[in-house]
């Protein structure tokens, strides 16, 4: 039988388990965070989200470690963190598959990530050079739109593989200008490159920093920039925008945990995140790879998740694109 003291102790105990719920929460994070990326390590994703992580751990006093889980155009990783414990130790470095998968690839989970994802703020963009082998008779992307109309269906257009963002990026040039071209999907940006400059394909939209080195050398000629504005790495490079009203295709990246994670935590990995994205020390280092390091809280990365989701389900339909 219990004893009176320990009865008369029971209500206190009862009552004080908010406040220990609440003071696990304010003590994190205690241990390592895990966040999945869904890219192989070395490229400008990896690099970009190792730096980040780097700087977040700083903030944290815990290490943040990068695991790459890559595999079904990332749903891997973005699987496992969507079936994650909702604690803020497994995070996501989501991109913009995240938009695109749903109507691509409707099979892949997670089927819905504003339900199953939680953002936590914005970490990188980065744009594309819209470039063409020297063959091509055009110096502006107004010209190379005007090649097009005169050839139709004889410029063969490259991308990094079907339903990549740069292949998105050519069939909205072609929703927003009635262009005819070929479509010609590689498995990966590397060897489009070799057979642009080989000017077995004519066009491709291509990672800026993978790009840079062939207009340079002049292999290719660059004709304009995916974003809405203007790149310090190409200054003269004028957004495609400025020929085509309202284009834009980016590639994002964005931190995320699972749904259900606790608002105190979330604002902890935000503030953390933030810290990382405002040190003027690793947004330099990365815009020298092209990579524009951006500041933006969970409520921008949602409107922008759903934004996308829109667009690019929209444009996945109405051009009736599947994956190969």
Not at 257 to 262: E, K, S, V, Y
């Amino acid at each position: 039988m219990p004893s009176r003291r320990a009865v008369l102790a029971a209500p206190a105990l009862v009552t004080g388990l908010v406040p220990l719920a609440a003071a696990a929460q304010d003590a994190f994070p205690s241990r390592a965070l895990a966040v999945a990326s869904g890219y192989a390590p070395g490229g400008v994703t990896d690099v970009t989200s190792r730096a980040v992580a780097e700087r977040m751990a700083r903030e944290l006093g815990v290490p943040v470690v990068i695991e790459n889980r890559v595999g079904a155009a990332t749903a891997v990783a973005n699987t496992h963190v969507a079936q994650a414990r909702p604690d803020g130790y497994t995070l996501l470095m989501g991109t913009s598959t995240l938009a695109i998968n749903p109507a691509l690839q409707p099979n892949l989970t997670p089927r819905e990530p504003m339900r199953e994802l939680v953002p936590v703020g914005m970490v990188f963009r980065t744009a594309f050079a819209l470039h063409v082998n020297p063959a091509v008779p055009a110096r502006t992307t107004e010209e190379f739109i005007a090649y097009c109309r005169a050839n139709p269906g004889r410029v063969n257009f490259g991308s990094s593989g079907t339903g990549a963002v740069n292949h998105l990026a050519q069939a909205l040039l072609v929703a927003r200008t009635g262009i005819d071209v070929v479509h010609v999907p590689f498995r990966g940006g590397a060897p489009a490159l070799l057979e642009l400059r080989a000017g077995r394909i004519q066009a491709m939209f291509q990672a800026l920093l993978e790009a840079l080195p062939t207009m340079r050398e002049g292999s290719t000629r660059g004709l304009g920039i995916s974003s809405r504005e203007r790149n310090a790495l190409v200054p003269d490079l004028p957004p495609v925008a400025d020929a085509v009203p309202g284009f834009e295709a980016v590639f994002w990246q964005a931190l995320f945990a699972p749904a259900g994670t606790p608002a105190p935590v979330l604002a902890r990995l935000g503030a953390a995140l933030r810290a990382a994205t405002e040190d003027a020390t690793l947004r330099s280092r990365m815009a020298e790879q092209g990579v524009d390091i951006v500041t933006g809280d969970a409520a921008s990365v949602r409107d922008l998740l759903a934004r996308e989701t829109t667009m690019w389900g929209e444009l996945i339909r109405s051009a009736n694109i599947r994956p190969e």
